[in-house]
């Protein structure tokens, strides 16, 4: 019995490692800018807070589905959902142009719109989580 709690216990949070590991790769595609040269060649705090964003509003659903989940497969499908959401909304936030334009100011380094991205990222994260609590 305890065995298989364990087993169950690391089954799920590999799973959830990889999601996250996933989404790191994924994320760096779907945004227009090189998130990994801004944060660790350029030192740009702004795309930093952003990612760092991006990461915790993936991992509020994440945990809603660990929690929530009556099995293995139904916390992997809500999983690559909230990953989905997550890419999507990111997608979409750093394609807005004008004086919306996330991408100039995370390339610029502006901090405030890295905390911006990061919170309305945390945010989506929050609402993608509650709509999947059942």
Same mark, same amino acid.
């Given at each position: 019995? =305890?065995?298989?709690?364990?087993? #169950?216990?690391? =089954?799920?949070?590999?799973? *959830?490692?990889?999601? %996250? %590991? /996933?989404? &790191?790769?994924?994320?760096?595609?779907?945004?227009?800018?090189?998130?990994?040269?801004?944060?660790?060649?350029?030192?740009?705090? *702004?795309?930093?807070?952003?990612?760092?964003?991006?990461?915790?509003?993936?991992?509020?659903?994440?945990? #809603? *589905?660990?929690? #929530?989940?009556?099995?293995?497969?139904?916390? &992997?499908?809500?999983? %690559?959902?909230?990953?989905?959401?997550? &890419?999507?909304? *990111?997608?979409?936030?750093?394609?807005?142009?004008?004086?919306?334009? %996330?991408?100039?100011?995370?390339?610029?380094?502006?901090?405030?719109?890295?905390?911006?991205?990061?919170?309305?990222?945390?945010?989506?994260? /929050?609402?993608?989580?509650?709509?999947? #609590?059942?």
């Amino acid at each position: 019995m =305890l065995l298989g709690s364990f087993l #169950s216990f690391g =089954l799920f949070f590999i799973t *959830a490692v990889g999601v %996250v %590991v /996933l989404f &790191l790769f994924l994320y760096a595609i779907v945004t227009p800018y090189d998130d990994y040269k801004l944060i660790f060649k350029d030192d740009n705090n *702004a795309a930093a807070i952003g990612f760092g964003g991006a990461i915790v509003g993936l991992c509020i659903p994440l945990y #809603s *589905a660990l929690v #929530s989940s009556v099995s293995y497969f139904d916390f &992997l499908i809500w999983a %690559v959902v909230a990953m989905f959401i997550q &890419l999507l909304f *990111a997608f979409i936030m750093t394609r807005l142009k004008g004086k919306y334009s %996330v991408e100039k100011l995370i390339t610029e380094g502006v901090v405030s719109g890295g905390i911006l991205k990061a919170f309305m990222s945390i945010s989506i994260g /929050l609402l993608n989580a509650g709509s999947m #609590s059942y």
